[in-house]
Structure formats: structure tokens, C-alpha cells
């Protein structure tokens, strides 16, 4: 390839807003593999993935079997999205505003790609504006593990006067379980005392599909 063609060049040269995701994805993983380059190898990775926001949900074991990739190049792009996700979260922005159960799923879209079970909660203000979305449990959700009074620490400690749950199914499936319905019950049942409104819970499937428990009827 031309010196004045190679990624990083036009980088250097023109400024990382001039290059395509295909341009951008090669000078992170750097090597093609034999045959096929280091543009080639981008481009068809973008195709296989769904372009970018496919690319982000994948689960490190899966984006590692890819040829041309492995378990380095693999981790590389996940710390990379990962870095991204949260210099987007500390920018010093207007704090987004839950209008629907769209608008928070989009906010969590990242669970998508998570290999494990996760629950979060969305701390929201009196306007629903987002003043947090902290982590509260990892592993199987179901009432016997999850700690209620937990979950809602972080909600005290920010003042929030409503929270919206969501987890995510690793299956992609973004059907709620009957378990996902009892710790709503009981959720919805301890933020009544502790004058905290529970909005809604959310179960994060794959490829955008989500699911609202509060439109479906189901613990609230």
C-alpha cells in the first residue's frame, strides 16, 4: 500500500475525521493475516459484525474466534469501546431525560453485549433526568441473591426519587422470566417505603430487542 494510502498516514496528515470505520478499525488491529491485509481484514469484520454498533455487542470469546483477530486484538477493541462508552458517560453534557422505555434502553444498549447476567438501575431525578446508572448485582437474578435494600443504595446516596431496573439476558432473549416478575414485586414493594418510584425494569435482549415489564403488567 501507498505510504500516502495507510491509515495511520491520512491520520496524521488530514485528522482521525477524514477516515472511514474500516481506516479507523485497521490502525487499531494494526495486521491482516496472510493473504488478506489489514483493510481487507477491517472491512469484512465490519460486514460480519453489523458495522460498529454490531461490532460493540459482540462478546470478547466470540470476536476472538474470528480469523485474523484472537484473543489480543480481541481485548484491544472491547478496552477500546469500553474507553469510548465512558468518556461519553464523564462529558460535561445536559444529563439525558427518560421519556419512554426506548430512551433508557438506549442508554443501556452496551448490556447487549455482556456474556454475563448484570443488573443496573437508571437513578432519575423529579424530571427523570439520569444522574446515574450504577451496576448493582452480576450473576442470576432472581430474589433469593439479589439484596434489596442493596439495590437501592446507591439511589439514597444520589437522592434520586425514581429508578428504572434493567438486566440483561445473555441469550439474547429478551422474554421476562417469571423470576424477572417476583424481584419486580418485591422491588416496586421496598422503593413504596423508602419513597422511591421504580418506573419500570427492563430486560436487554440482543440486537436492540428489549423488553418493558411496566408495559407488560408484570410486577408493577
Do not use: W
Not at 479507523?24 to 493475516?33: E, P, V
Not at 426506548?102 to 443496573?120: F, T, V, Y
Not at 423529579?126 to 432472581?142: A, E, I, M
Amino acid at each position: 500500500m501507498h505510504s500516502a494510502e495507510r491509515p495511520r498516514e491520512r491520520l496524521a496528515h488530514f485528522g482521525a475525521g477524514v477516515l472511514n470505520d474500516a481506516e479507523l478499525l485497521a490502525i487499531l488491529l494494526r495486521t491482516g493475516y496472510r493473504g488478506v491485509n489489514v483493510l481487507e481484514l477491517s472491512a469484512a469484520l465490519l460486514e460480519e459484525c453489523g458495522r460498529l454498533p454490531g461490532l460493540a455487542r459482540m462478546p470478547l470469546k466470540e470476536l476472538s474466534r474470528l480469523k485474523g483477530i484472537g484473543p489480543a486484538k480481541a481485548a484491544e477493541l472491547h478496552a477500546c469501546f469500553e474507553l469510548g462508552r465512558r468518556a461519553a458517560d464523564a462529558a460535561p453534557i445536559e444529563k439525558p431525560q427518560i421519556k419512554s422505555p426506548e430512551d433508557a434502553a438506549r442508554l443501556l444498549s452496551d448490556m447487549e453485549r455482556l456474556e454475563q447476567e448484570e443488573m443496573r438501575t437508571l437513578l432519575l431525578d423529579t424530571k427523570n433526568r439520569v444522574l446515574g446508572r450504577p451496576r448493582v448485582y452480576q450473576g442470576s437474578v432472581h430474589t433469593t441473591v439479589v439484596r434489596i435494600g442493596e439495590l437501592f443504595k446507591e439511589a439514597v446516596r444520589a437522592n434520586a426519587t425514581g429508578i428504572i431496573l434493567a438486566h440483561n439476558h445473555p441469550s439474547g432473549d429478551a422474554t421476562p422470566s417469571p423470576e424477572d416478575a417476583a424481584i419486580t414485586r418485591e422491588i416496586v414493594k421496598a422503593g413504596e417505603l423508602l419513597d422511591i418510584e421504580v418506573l419500570d425494569h427492563l430486560v436487554i435482549g440482543a440486537q436492540g430487542k428489549f423488553t418493558s415489564l411496566k408495559q407488560r403488567g408484570l410486577g408493577f
